[in-house]
């Protein structure tokens, strides 16, 4: 099983990024899937989370309105588009697989798999 994400770097505030994770070892359309960021010092949060058909999202009220989470079955990745980038989204970001995403929230499961992370720094 491997999650590899990648598209992270250095940008400035009010700009763009996109995230993608690679997933292979798995059957990717079966399961949730979602982005956490951990800042340093700082315990790691839930950003967004994506059911399997795609048909359920939910967003950290932080990012609402600024990071859209997809996914592509066929491809088996999952995406992060962030817009409007603050300083306080700095942070490493990681995919995982979940239990479950509703447009309330998500929940772990047991065996969760997660990527290596991101590195996303936002600074002028």
């Known amino acids: 099983v491997q999650l590899q994400a990648s598209g992270g770097g250095l940008v400035q505030p009010g700009r763009s990024l996109r995230l993608s994770c690679a997933a292979s070892g798995f059957t990717f359309p079966n399961f949730a899937m979602g982005w956490f960021r951990q800042a340093p010092g700082q315990e790691r949060e839930g950003v967004a989370c994506i059911s399997a058909s795609a048909g359920s999202t939910y967003y950290a009220d932080s990012v609402k309105g600024r990071f859209t989470i997809s996914r592509d079955n066929a491809k088996s990745t999952l995406y992060l588009q962030m817009d409007s980038l603050k300083t306080e989204d700095t942070a490493v970001y990681y995919c995982?697989?979940?239990?479950?995403?509703?447009?309330?929230?998500?929940?772990?499961?047991?065996?969760?798999?997660w990527g290596q992370g991101t590195e996303v720094t936002v600074s002028s």
């Open positions: 995982a697989t979940l239990g479950w995403c509703r447009n309330y929230g998500l929940a772990h499961a047991h065996d969760d798999y």
